[in-house]
């Protein structure tokens, strides 16, 4: 069974910038595409970046030149670095496993980290 652990979240000011992790535990090969997604207070939750298991990369229009996802095979662990940040990317950031590899289906998720920016 897959466990994801997200960590690096927290509060900055509006053009601050974070990192945060996301560790597979329990990981035992395959295909995997992983994501980023996004939930904002009162909102429905969204997508913000994808890499599947070819290191290929998806970014939502929103945080296109400003965020980068990426991820260390060797250490099972994905990335989300997070530049420019605005008020507006304030919310509980979780990421999330497709073992099918089709960033479609995403059976596996994490308990989410905050992150707020204020202006």
């Known amino acids: 069974q897959l466990q994801l652990v997200e960590s690096g979240g927290g509060s900055v000011q509006a053009g601050g910038s974070l990192r945060l992790s996301c560790a597979a535990w329990?990981?035992?090969?395959?295909?995997?595409?992983m994501a980023w997604f996004r939930q904002a207070p009162g909102k429905e939750r969204e997508g913000v970046a994808t890499i599947d298991s070819g290191g290929s990369t998806s970014l939502a229009d929103s945080v296109k030149g400003r965020f980068t996802i990426s991820k260390d095979n060797a250490k099972n662990t994905l990335y989300l670095e997070m530049n420019s940040l605005k008020p507006e990317d304030t919310a509980m950031y979780y990421c999330?496993?497709?073992?099918?590899?089709?960033?479609?289906?995403?059976?596996?998720w994490g308990q989410g980290t905050q992150v707020t920016v204020s202006s």
């Open positions: 999330a496993a497709d073992p099918a590899g089709e960033c479609l289906g995403f059976a596996y």
């Open positions: 329990g990981y035992t090969g395959g295909s995997y595409c």
